[in-house]
């Protein structure tokens, strides 16, 4: 059931812009994540968003990140950590601190972290994966997999970031903000040290979508 649920939760992200709109108008004067959420339960204000330090950042998946994203999940459910009941999950929200909401396109959360969540606690990723964009330009691509992208997630506790690069066919793992390596064609690539029972050959990848 969590499988198919995955797999429903990424199938719904390629239409989750449909109340976003190029004219919508977002606001600015929002500074803690606490009056962000207070601001999105509000009449129309659906959607998937990030924000950071005041920053409302919109999130979506394409199809394209859909098919990639299934064949992490289809990897990630053949892991020793699935067995034991932590899951990979679609566009989660990741708590860093009182400024700062990321939404990563996959989520990694343990059993112990789950069990956070049904306390009502807020958590971080452990294990954040990043599909990038093929519309994106070469700078933008770069600072997300600098310091500047990883950065928040490591601050709120994350071990393992991962930027996928379909246009590129290559993936930036962060296993800290300065720590970068890139795999591509046909190197292994492992999510160790915190799964390190998900892997997969990085052309495969690619060749899924």
Sequence with gaps: MI??????????KSMSTATLTPTRVLPT????????????Q????????????GRIIPKSM???????????????????????????MAESDSYVDATRKRIPDLTYFSENQLEAIRRNERVNAL???????DSEAHQDVLDKITERGPQDYFDGGAQLVWY???????????????????FKGPQTITAAPVIPDFQFVVADLFASA
């Design 3 to 12: 499988f198919v649920y995955l797999v429903h939760s990424l199938s719904k």
């Design 29 to 40: 004067d929002l500074k803690t994540v606490a009056e962000f959420e207070q601001w999105q």
């Design 42 to 53: 509000q009449s129309g204000n659906d959607g998937n968003f990030e924000i950071v330090q």
């Design 62 to 88: 394409k199809q394209i990140e859909v098919l990639l994203g299934n064949f992490l999940i289809r990897r990630f459910i053949q892991t020793k950590a699935f067995q034991q009941g932590d899951i990979i």
């Design 127 to 133: 294990f954040a994966i990043e599909i990038l964009s």
């Design 164 to 182: 996928i690069a379909p246009k590129r066919q290559k993936i930036y793992a962060h296993t800290s903000p300065e720590e970068l390596t890139v």
